[in-house]
């Protein structure tokens, strides 16, 4: 080899190498940055930080360009200068684009949309970011990432065409962080999700639940921000519920957590206006006025600015309803004039523009919006009643479902008796004399016969003859197994007791085979709710014992909230005859030290409160 090669040699290693170790100085300058920007308590401070280290910016490659802007966006946000944090998040974005898709270009996509929710709350405007973002996570296969794209884009699709959209892009996030076990973070996410589709769409017991399984789990890691929010949202649906009593308890959470955390400056803001709303709907005007006046002088503390702009509607609604029209028309006005109208709720639109020409000295036109405002709420509680398509669907879902799972089941069947086909036959050409063969095949068949007849009556014992579930015997022996596993366990046990309402009325007004009828469709409406480990037998006539193991309180009432609404709106048709009717629950947690059939009769006693409170729905014991 020449001497010239042998230098251009040492040359080109010689770049190489002072290449790279410009590369990991730079990543060894961001991971300072990170170091430091941690070890600096004031927002303030951060950004000056930042902005002397702008300089070294052009130096970076682009994905540590981009860490960087993520540094100056998030200081930017914390410090409420959100168009500033929307123009960092931006230009990240322009240059992790020109590169190979990585993760925090979809965070950026991400946290973009949520600073958009805070400026306008309109979801034509953030959607766009969170569809963007849900893409490249999913082309990224990286579980967290993806089950937080999933979360935040099902909020996009709350319109009544669009739900079961939403809801499947939840259950794909479900599956996903049960399959890698993701932290309470994640799940929590998607449970908050779950309960703003259900809340948009009226269903507000669900979304109840849903939202206090979220705050559950992020007590559980101890996380002030998000266990806030669920506070809000919490108090929020028991006031849409006229839960008053529920409303005070979370509200004295919030004040406590509010009182405990300083350093979060908007908490006092919601909880004044928290506060305010439920005081207001509960028909306390004075102490609704106080609270929300005092949210309003606060609304400098939060990004939040159509909560500020919603507090302006309350407290014009309050100080009508309290007869101070001067006031009402005032903040009517204020809200009229801001930047949220577009996005609030209708209603509250139609009424601010109705107090609003109320101050023109414009009565009759203020009286018509407020007609207007009338026919709005009835078509709203129409499109209500029509969730009932939910249900259908989610009937649907369970039905195919329950379908599968009975198609693989025979296919695994199947499969067994071929290969005890192939074994026989081999076992046959093994055997030298056709007597003997004969007499196994005999005896073979003989122990068959013993095999079948007993699978028989032990089935038949074991079967309700009329629908072809859990006899009751069978109910009570399997569930009390049941209740001594989950003892073990530590699991909770529920049990539902339900039955038919007036079903005399239906076997005197329609004959003892309609009402045969009867039962059976609930029978198997039931059974479609049923998970592996449940149970669901008939205890007699027209009473049902429905056992599930490992559900707690809220997942059991949701179940049975689900079974009276998919039979109470169901039109059932029997040999030509239209029959609508309900059925009433109760519902029984297990307890320590406490046997099952104590705990079958604490449901019992609940389906008669059920029945006392007017039939047609579910009581707790």
Known sequence: ??????????VLVFLWEGKALAQDNNQTRIEQ????????????????????????????????????????AGVQEELQQLDGAIISYTQAIAILEQMPLNPLLVHSYLERSYINYLNSN??????????????????LQDPELTV?????????????????????????????????????????????AAAALYRDHGLHRHALAFFKHAYELWLEIDDTQDIFNMLHNIIGETINLFQWEQADIYLEEMEKLTAAKPEFKDFRFFYHYNFGRKSLFSYDFTQAILHLEQAIALQATTNEVFFVHTSFAFLSIAYIQSGDKEQAVKWANAFNQSASVSSSKQDLVMSMQALGLLGQDKPIESVNILLKTINYEREKFADLLNNAVIFSALDHNSKVAEHENRLLEKQLEIKQLE???QQDEQEITRLSLWLFVLLVAILLGFLGFLYQSRRFFKHRSQTDFLTGIASRSFTMEEGAKALETCHKLKQPLAVVML?????????????????????????????????????LGRIGGEEFLLVLPNNNQQEALLIAERLRVSINEKLFKFKGVELKFSISLGVALSKPQQGFNEQVKNADLALYQAKNAGRNCVSMA
């Not at 499947?168 to 599956?175: I, M, N, T």
């Open 419 to 421: 290969l005890k086909a």
């Open 148 to 192: 937080k794209a999933l979360s935040l884009a099902a909020f996009c699709f709350n319109s009544a065409e669009k739900f079961d959209v939403g809801i499947k892009l939840l259950d794909e996030a479900l599956d996903i962080a049960k399959l890698h076990q993701l932290s309470n973070n994640r799940q929590a996410m998607i449970y908050n």
């Open 33 to 72: 940055i990170k170091q430091t920007l941690a070890e600096i308590a004031s927002p303030e401070d951060k950004l000056t930080y930042l902005s002397a280290k702008s300089s070294l910016v052009e130096g970076l490659s682009g994905l540590e360009q981009g860490q960087f802007l993520h540094l100056l």
């Open 1 to 10: 080899m020449s001497p010239s090669v042998i230098t251009l040699l040492f």
């Open 499 to 535: 039955d038919i309402d007036n079903f005399k009325h239906i076997n005197d007004s329609y004959g003892h085979d309609i009402g045969d009828m009867a039962i059976r469709a609930v029978a198997q409406r039931a059974k479609h709710w049923l998970k592996r480990n449940d149970i």
């Open 122 to 139: 309109d979801a034509n405007i953030y959607c766009q970011d969170r569809q963007i973002g849900l893409r490249y996570a999913r082309q």
